[in-house]
């Protein structure tokens, strides 16, 4: 059972549309959750307590939350204001403490009305209509906050977010009673995947407002003018993650295409079955919020024309029939030898779906079986109670055959490698839109943005030079399609690369998954990304895009992760840069690292900066003074433990050589460490070394520069994973 209630205010002076349909979104968003409702005017929704015509002001806003706050039991409440949208995932978030107040700060508003409606934009910023915290926690502030409102308009903003402001501080101070101690009160954000939206409709009360950064369609809502208009339906895509990397990222791109609102849904265990199946589409579903769903899978590209359907009965199951196979190893199309239905081609009330598919997972749970290889298993209204019916899209959708199909490999009739509106589908499964680096990929030259000033000349001028080590790790932030990580790994780095832009992201995955180079690819904001070890780390033509404080905060980590810093600059300011890109802007930022050699062009220029506080240390050198290099017991046993780890071979932890030595050392927690170690393993082939290793220890009263002080397990992991240096923080004798 959920500890949030939802306080839903209103004045009651809201469009009745937009009303309407905001209450219909909040409650399937609630997903059974209590909502208060704190009205104006008599209301049939929630549990509703009518205040009555009180009018619009700041403290009649805080008196009808408060209201609704006491009325609560849960121990957190989640506000809601009646313009506003908000996604399940938002009222599933709970406060990690009971001290602060927290806002989500994924909230997009959108305006309805006039030339601009539906045009949705972002701004960063934590209020009331995204407030999740502790009950009691609410009530004492917001009462507070009403004193304060009695004599000054100061109090008029969200708790926690302006209480260090002076003229704040000022009004609070000159309260003489409001019963209990005066606090000051602390907000934090929080995020969640899925968009809030706030609707600015002209009659807000906090009025009209845009932001800077806009678009037309948005993830998981879409089109807003579908959602007002009620015909939205969204897509729901389910994943075991055995489709080729390649062709899901052209799945989504596809189905981002639509704009409409889409949901994800990955498995979060790694079984594969009909049960798990049915219930990532449970999932799906729950966060689903229109009428209307349409069941998409990982391997199926769908053109628009197949989401124009709509279902003319909410009790009947719609199946698109007009489907292709392809094989994805040589792009080769087959029309089916019979119309088939698919849950893949699915179109449907949501409501309907989610009864039948709690239906179908009750029956699994209870050891009921779907045979495979008959016709409507899986489907719903085939072999069951339920109405079915056809549709043919304009377009027939792809059915993609792979190694990983769940259902087997199928084959149809007519074949062809070149269809009328798909074409060959080697050729569709390039990620769409202009490449920034150049790139050739199994013959064909992907469109490129640039023609002269290529990023093979920027590499041969600019940043190879720089680079005298023979191996390590590399992350290149800000990577685009990878080119720069590719040549690191062609010199026999580990490189990582961390890419903000899907659309760049996609074009790094296409090119390492068509040519592998061992590339490790993260779809990450790199001011949001937490920096492992690195030999290099790079920015080029980056650094300038981030702000001051930002490049602060990444030159800090470096500090601390970092032997090295290349970065590409330029001499003249570009428009929309945040921060200068000239050299000695770059200088004072890395005060008190050692600045090496600068290269010098006709715009831009290379500089790299050392790390006085790391040293790299070959693996090979230093093993061997280790005292683990004398264990007779400890070296073998962790030895095997990371031999069956990296062949793949399952095992019992507790029967493991290791485990018997944990044993005999009478360690606490035995089972614990010895799965400690296993992810250390994982965590090292896969992503790299986290933190630097600690060197240089007194042993018997004498100064060992060579012995570490941190570091044995991760030392004995690189040695079997033939990594060949590690970064190490070095303690001085003193």
Known sequence: MSDTSIIYYTDCRLDPQLFSRCQEYLLRAAAGKRIISVSQQPLDF?????????????????????????????????????????SPEHFNWVPPTDEHFYYNVNQWLVIWGGKQSGLYSYFRRKVLSQLICNRELFIEAI?????????????????????????????????????????????????????????????????????GKRRWTLAYWGDF????????????????????KILYNKVLEKL????????????????????????????????????????????????????????????????????????????????????????????????????????????????????????????????????????????????????????????????????????????????????????VINGMTMPTRRIHDTNEKRWKKFIEPLIELDSGFVTDLGCNAGFYCRKFAERGFRATGVERSTEFFRHAEYWESSDPRGVRLINCDITEYSL????????????????PEDLEKLVTQCRNKALHVILIGRYNPYKGHKSPGHLGFLEKLFDGWNEGKVIKGDKHFSVIFSNPDLVARDVDDIFHFQQLYKSQKFLPSYNALIDDVLAGRKFDPLETEYFEYCRWRRFKNKAGMVQRHINLVYSMRDEGVREPLTIGRMVDGKYEPNRLVDG??????????????????????G
């Open 532 to 547: 492992w070890t690195a030999h290099y780390v790079l920015l080029a033509n980056v650094h300038y895009w981030l702000t």
């Open 712 to 733: 044995d397990h991760r030392l004995i992991v690189a040695k079997k994973l033939g990594i060949k240096s590690l970064i190490c923080q070095v303690r001085s004798e």
């Open 143 to 211: 009462e507070e906050k009403l004193k304060m409102l009695e004599t000054s308009p100061t109090g008029a903003c969200e708790p926690g977010v302006c209480d260090n402001r002076q003229e704040f501080m000022r009004a609070k101070a000159a309260l003489k009673d409001v019963g209990k101690d005066k606090k000051n009160y602390r907000a934090r954000a929080f995020r969640t995947t899925v968009p809030n939206l706030d609707v600015r409709h002209g009659g807000n009360f906090s009025v009209g407002r845009r932001a």
């Open 256 to 439: 981002e295409e639509t704009g409409l609102p889409l949901v994800v849904v990955k498995n979060d265990v790694s079984e594969r079955s009909h049960l798990q199946m049915f219930r990532n589409i449970r999932r799906g579903l729950e966060q689903a919020n229109t009428r209307y769903v349409a069941l998409t899978e990982h391997d199926c590209v769908y053109p628009k024309e197949h989401f124009d359907f709509v279902p003319e009965y909410d009790d009947t199951f719609y199946y698109n029939v007009n489907h292709l196979f392809v094989r994805y190893k040589d792009g080769r199309y087959d029309v089916p030898y019979r119309l088939r239905r698919a849950l893949s081609g699915l179109i449907c009330n949501r409501d309907l779906l989610l009864k039948a598919v709690n239906e179908r997972i009750a029956f699994l749970e209870g050891g009921g079986v779907l045979q495979r290889g008959i016709p409507g298993a899986c489907e719903f209204g085939v072999i069951d109670d339920y109405k079915s019916d056809d549709f043919r899209s304009a377009v027939p959708y792809l059915d993609v055959r792979h190694k990983g199909n769940f259902s087997g490999f199928r084959k149809g009739g007519d074949r062809t490698f070149n269809h009328p509106y798909w074409g060959e589908f080697k050729q569709l499964l390039v990620p769409k839109g202009k490449w920034y680096q150049e790139a």
């Open 225 to 244: 003018k579908q959602i007002m208009d009620g015909t939205k339906t969204t897509i729901i895509n389910y994943t075991d993650g055995s489709a080729p």
């Open 46 to 86: 929630g549990d509703n307590i009518c205040v009555g015509d009180i009018g619009r002001s700041f403290y009649n806003l805080f008196f009808q939350a408060l209201a609704g706050a006491k009325a609560a039991t849960t121990k957190y409440i989640a506000l809601a204001e009646h313009d506003c949208f908000y």
